[in-house]
């Protein structure tokens, strides 16, 4: 089993920055795919951004050139740089990893954006 602990979310305003951290803990040998999603109220999930174990990275649309992932690997840790943060960022941020084809989800942190 692998337990995900997210933090780093909070209130900011428009233009701001965060930092988003996920430490995963328990069975691991190796992680996959590590992302984060996000669900705004009333929205469905979203996947936010992704990088494989090739530090290969890829992301939605709406963040390209203002969000970055990246991951330790030593510390099973995946980590999302967020700058020039809108309101419509404004969301439950979810940390998701592939450990051995499964997929496991954090309980989600809150970013909240004022205008």
């Known amino acids: 089993q692998v337990q995900l602990v997210e933090s780093g979310g909070g209130l900011v305003q428009a233009g701001g920055s965060l930092r988003l951290s996920c430490a995963a803990s328990g069975t691991i040998f190796s992680i996959d795919n590590m992302g984060w999603y996000r669900q705004a109220p009333g929205k469905q999930r979203e996947l936010v951004a992704v990088i494989t174990t090739g530090s290969s990275t890829n992301y939605v649309d709406s963040v390209k050139g203002r969000f970055t992932i990246s991951r330790d690997n030593a510390k099973n840790t995946v980590y999302l740089q967020m700058n020039s943060l809108k309101p419509e960022d404004t969301a439950v941020y979810y940390c998701?990893?592939?450990?051995?084809?499964?997929?496991?989800w954090g309980k989600g942190t809150l970013v909240t954006v004022s205008s």
């Open positions: 998701n990893v592939f450990v051995v084809g499964r997929t496991f």
